[in-house]
């Protein structure tokens, strides 16, 4: 009888490897997906390790232009932040991820796909949802749900051992401190002893932001161009341009790195009610969304910048949420899109110590007028009309102010008949 097929979300640790021997241990032939999404690491050593264990075959997606193109970018042009912290890099990563996964599900007819996604987390939903809206018909083995599989595996101590008594290498030891997820727009850390949220990060859980204290004493200056909200290109002081869309990224995430940008250590609210600490390093997104926010509020009328946040908000939380492809998601991003029409320009960046510094910016077409907001020019405005403007919205200031001294006088009354009762 022919085995029934299984596709992994590979990843060559420690989880998913134990996953794929309990897999083939229960008669599933496995297909390892594994998705290059700008993580440092030994694909070919990953490789090695999942063919050594018994996977009929390996396959090696490198995604990190869809995932900046497809993903990171449009993120930065929808100003998306959850909870007006975090930049989402994990929550971008599976839905890109997803769409290679169930390419490589329909290419080689499975019957399933399996991931390593914890019971308690975001990213079993993430990527559950994702892959149900390419294909509702779709079998998942989720083994950090199924009794079986969490009744033989209590923790990571029960992992180790398996892979011992197996021959699996593995890199991580049961004293771990912690666990991270990389790609190309970020690095997290969760678990561990940052489960504590009172505990302070150790200094050398960072890899790839400098402590400040380490940050060189030179700024590095630069300028990102827009079109329609999307980064272009950055330019650098000594008239170095890069357009294509992986290497800007890359070289951004170089230069936050070096001077220490892009860190944030938060609790967050997940999707399924929990609250997690989580600790983030994305330096490249951090510096494109400063300069974005900066240049849309340039551009934009104040009304659409404010309706554009509001609509901002509820895709982040869509987003986070594994509603990447989700019927709102479509139409949140249809309707940001047309806000972003008019945020081109240019943005001039000092990135220094930790932090990022507008020192300037310049659009063709903005809604800043230099000769109208001068204090040198009257222009069209005449600023004895602003006693009008004045008057008018102190009206509803004045009406509170006796709505109050009425409430207090009551009340003072009340206080006194009752003394007297």
Request: proline share 4%.
């Amino acid at each position: 009888m022919k085995r029934e097929r299984v596709i992994l979300a590979y990843s060559g640790g420690l989880d998913t490897s134990c996953i794929l021997k309990w897999l083939l241990e229960k008669d599933y032939e496995v297909i390892c997906y594994i998705a290059d999404v700008g993580q440092d690491e030994d694909f070919g050593a990953a490789k090695t390790k999942a063919l050594n264990i018994g996977a009929s075959d390996v396959i090696i997606d490198d995604l990190k232009v869809t995932f900046v193109e497809d993903y990171i970018f449009p993120a930065i042009q929808a100003g998306l932040l959850y909870e007006a912290r975090y930049l989402l890099g994990t929550s971008l990563a599976r839905p890109c991820i997803s769409t290679g996964l169930m390419k490589c599900y329909s290419q080689h007819n499975a019957q399933y796909i399996s991931h390593g996604a914890t019971g308690k987390g975001n990213d079993q939903v993430r990527f559950e949802l994702s892959c149900y809206s390419m294909c509702p018909s779709l079998k998942v083995i989720a083994p950090w749900r199924d009794p079986e599989f969490t009744s033989k595996f209590q923790g990571r101590k029960d992992l180790l051992e398996f892979a011992a008594r197996n021959k699996i290498p593995v890199s991580a030891t049961p004293s771990a401190p912690w666990s991270t997820d990389a790609n190309l727009m970020h690095i997290s850390y969760e678990s561990g002893i940052l489960e504590n949220p009172s505990n302070e990060a150790p200094a050398d859980l960072y890899t790839i932001t400098s402590n400040v204290e380490e940050t060189p004493d030179e700024p590095c200056i630069l300028q990102i161009s827009f079109k329609n909200g999307l980064p272009t290109s950055v330019t650098f002081k000594n008239n170095q341009r890069i357009e294509n869309s992986l290497e800007m990224y890359m070289k951004l995430n170089g230069i936050g790195g070096i001077h220490g940008v892009g860190r944030i250590d938060i609790v967050e609210n997940r999707f399924i009610g929990l609250k997690s600490r989580g600790i983030y390093e994305s330096p490249a997104a951090h510096i494109m969304h400063v300069a974005h926010q900066d240049l849309e509020i340039f551009c934009l009328d104040k009304e659409i910048y404010r309706i554009k946040q509001s609509l901002s908000d509820k895709l982040s939380e869509s987003v986070y949420n594994g509603f990447w492809f989700s019927p709102e998601a479509d139409y949140l991003r249809k309707c940001i899109s047309i806000s972003q029409e008019m945020v081109s320009g240019t943005v001039k960046l000092k990135v220094y110590k930790g932090n990022v510094f507008v020192l300037g910016r310049y659009s063709e077409v903005s809604l800043y007028n230099e000769d109208l907001v001068s204090m040198d020019r009257h222009s069209d405005f005449t600023p004895s009309d602003a006693t009008g403007f004045i008057n008018i919205h102190a009206i509803r200031l004045k009406e509170y102010f006796r709505y109050k001294k009425q409430r207090s006088i009551k009340e003072n009354v009340s206080v006194n008949c009752e003394i007297l009762n």
